[in-house]
C-alpha cells in the first residue's frame, strides 16, 4: 500500500528584528518592524512577496468559492449599460459600459432648447449599446488604461461653450495625477501637460484657464493654482497657498460660476475664500476668519432684494451656536463687521434631532442637505422670500421605505429640476430628476429615470432589512442595520457579520450591493454597526467618538456584536468583523479587546499603527489627523490615550481568530507599513492556531486595483474568506442566481 506523504503546512514569513525605539513624553516602545517602512528595500519587497505567497497556500481552498462569488457578482451585473445623460450647459453627458472592458467610456451628446423648461431638461433616451445620433466620446478609458498598471480618473472638466475638455488620470494609485486637455472639436490634445495633480480641476468661465490643486510632500492639498491656457506649467499662478498642516484646501465654482470658492479646513473649523472673476485683481475675500473657529460652507450667490434687483447675497451652513449647524443668509457687507456685530438671518433653524450637511442654490431654490433618524433627506426652498417673514416652507421628496439613502447627485445652475440619487439595502440604485416646485405644483414632482437592473432573478422580497438597537456599556442606544435573507430562521445557527467604520462623522447609510447578496445567499445575516464617531445622529454623535472618547467606538461595536449574538439569529461561535480603513483600526482594536467573540477579522487598508504615523507629521497626512485623533506630539494625555487602544501596541498574548489584513503597496492614506508590522507582531505573540495572513496589491492605491473586474475578484476574495471561516460556504435553497 503507498503511503501518501503529509503535505508540511504553509509556514509565515517571518520579518527579522530590527530594533527601533519611539520616545515620547518619557514613554519609550521598542518597535522590531520599524524598519519596514523602506520602501525601496528589496528586503522588504521580497518580504511582501512571501505574504501574499503564504496567504495563497493557505487560503488556496476558498478559490472555488471565490470563483463562484466572481461569477454571482458578474451574473447579476448588466455589463452593457450606461448612466442617466446630465445636463451642462448645452450637452448631455453620460458614461457607457461595455461587457468585457474594465472602464468606462464618457459620452455626450447636444441638448436641444425648444422652450420648454421641463422638456429641454428630461434626458434624452440612450440605450445601452445603441449609439445616438451625434454622440460624441470625450474619453475612452479602456484606451487610456491599456497597458497601463491601474488606471483612475481624478477629475474632468469641460468649458462652458463645450469646446475644450481637460482630464485627470492616475496610472499608479498613488492619488497624484496628470491633467491633460482635449480640444473637442478637432479631437487633438493640447500640449498643455500637467504633473502631480490631485482631486478636483475646472475651466475658468471664460475658458482660458484651468484651476487644479496641488499636494505637498505630506500628501495634503496645499494649493490651489491656474493654468493659462497655452502658457508654460512653470508660469501658472499660485491662486492661493495653505501653510498651516493640519489644514486641508479645496476649491470649486460656485453654482451660478461667478466666484471661485476655496475651502480651507479641518474637521472642526474652516475658513472660505472668494474669488470674483469678474473683478480678480481684488484678489481673495475671507468669509469668517478661522480663528473664529466656525465650521461652515459659503455660496455666494445673487438674491432679489425687495425691489426685485438681484443683489449680494451668501448662504452660510454653519455650526455657530448649533451644534447640529444650521443655515444663515447674509449679506456681504456684513462681513466687513466684527463677527460679534454682524446680523444674519436664520433660512434653517437649528435643531438637536436635525443634522444639517450643507446648502446649495439653484437660479430659483435653495437645496438643503439633512440627516434624520440616521437617515439622509434633501428639502428645497424658494429663493422667493427667502430671510423674510413671506419664506415658505421645505418641500421633501417623500419616499416609502424606512431606511433609504436620498441625495443630491447633480444640478445645474438654471435648471428647473435636481438630479437626485435614491437606494436603499435591497433596492438597487435609482435616479430621480426632482422638478422644483412652483406656484402650479407646489410639492414638486419626482421622476424616475433608471433604475439599476439587477440580473441573475434578484428580486428584493428575497430579502429582510430591520432596524434594532444594541445598548453600549454606559446606556447609549446603538443604531443597527439588521440584513438577512428571509429564508434564515431565528434559530441561533447562522453565521453572521458585523461590519463598521465610526470616523470622520462619515455615515454608513443604507445602499444596494450586488456582492453583498453572495454572502446574504449563503445565509449570512449581516449586521452594519452605526457606532459612535460616525454622523448617523447629528454632531454629537461623531464628538463622542473621536479623540478622547474614542473607545467609545470599539465598545460600541462590541456591544453590536453582542446583540447579534443574543439575538437568536446567530451562532455566538460563528461571527465576523470586518471594516477598512479607519474601520481597520477598529478590526484591530476590537481583535484586541475581545478575539474570542470573533471566528474571523477582515482589516482593509487598516490603520492599525496610528500612534507610530500620527506621531510624524512628515508621513503623508499625518497632521490632517490631529483633528480626528488629537495631537500625541504635544499632548500627554492623548498619546497616552492614543497607546491605550492602537492595535500594534496592544497586542497581546492570546489566542486571535483567523486574520486577512488587506491592502495596497501605493495607498497613499494607510501606508502598507502598518498592516505589515500588525501582521508580523500578531503572529509573534499569537497563542492561538489559527492563520493571519495579508493580501497586498502590488500595483494599487487607497481603494485596492483598478478596473472592476479586478475590484469584483477582490471582493470575492475578501467574502470568500469570511463565508469560508465561518463554514458558510453553501447557498440556501433556492438561493443565488436563478
Known sequence: MTQIPVQPSPQPPVARKVPALRTHHGDAFEDNYEWLRDKESADVVDLLTAENAYQEAVTAHQQPLRGAIFQEIKGRTQETDLSVPNRKDGWWYFTRSVEGKEYGIQCRVKALDTGDPVADWTPPAVEAGVGLSGEEVLLDCNVEAEGKPFFAVGGTAVTVDGSLYAYAVDNAGDERFTLRVKDLRTGELLPDVIENVFYGISFSPDGTRIFYTV????????????????????????????????????????????????SIGCSEFSETRLLRFE???????????????????????????????PAEAIVLTHNKDAINSMVSLVDPAELDKPLAGQHWTTVVAHSDDVRVNGAGVTATHLVVSVRKDTIERVQVLALAGLGTPEQGEPVEPAFDEELYTAGVAGSDYEAPVIRMGYTSYFTPSRVYDFVLPTAEKPAGVLLLRKESPVLGGYSATDY?????????????????????????????????????????????????????????????????????????????????????????????FIAATDWLAGSGWVDPARIAAMGGSAGGLLMGAVANLAPEKYAAIVAAVPFVDALTTILDPELPLSALEWEEWGNPITDPDVYAYMKSYTPYENVRAVDYPKIAAVTSFNDTRVLYVEPAKWVQRLRELNTGSEPIVMKIEMEGGHGGASGRYVQWKERAWDYAFVADSLGATALLPGAGLK
Open 215 to 262: 499636494v505637498d510632500d505630506s500628501w495634503r492639498p496645499y494649493q490651489v493654482k491656474a493654468h493659462t491656457l497655452g502658457t508654460p506649467v512653470t508660469d501658472d499662478e499660485v491662486i492661493y497657498q495653505e501653510d498651516d498642516v493640519a489644514m486641508w484646501l479645496g476649491f470649486e465654482l460656485s453654482a451660478d460660476r461667478r466666484h471661485l470658492v476655496l
Open 279 to 309: 473683478d480678480p485683481d481684488a484678489g481673495l475675500r475671507t468669509v469668517i476668519s478661522r480663528q473664529e473657529r466656525i465650521l461652515y460652507e459659503a455660496e455666494p450667490f445673487l438674491l432679489a432684494d425687495a425691489a426685485g434687483r
Open 464 to 556: 429582510v432589512a430591520t432596524r434594532e438597537w444594541a445598548v453600549a456599556g454606559d446606556g447609549t442606544r446603538i443604531p443597527l442595520s439588521v440584513l438577512r435573507h428571509k429564508s434564515v430562521q431565528q434559530d441561533a445557527t447562522a453565521a453572521g457579520l458585523v461590519y463598521g467604520y465610526g470616523s470622520y462623522e462619515l455615515s454608513m447609510d443604507p445602499g444596494f450591493g450586488i456582492p453583498r447578496l453572495s454572502l446574504l445567499d449563503r445565509g449570512i445575516v449581516f449586521v452594519i454597526a452605526h457606532i459612535r464617531g460616525g454622523g448617523e445622529l447629528g454632531r454629537h454623535w461623531y464628538d463622542s467618538g473621536k479623540k478622547l472618547h474614542k473607545k467609545n467606538t470599539f465598545t460600541d
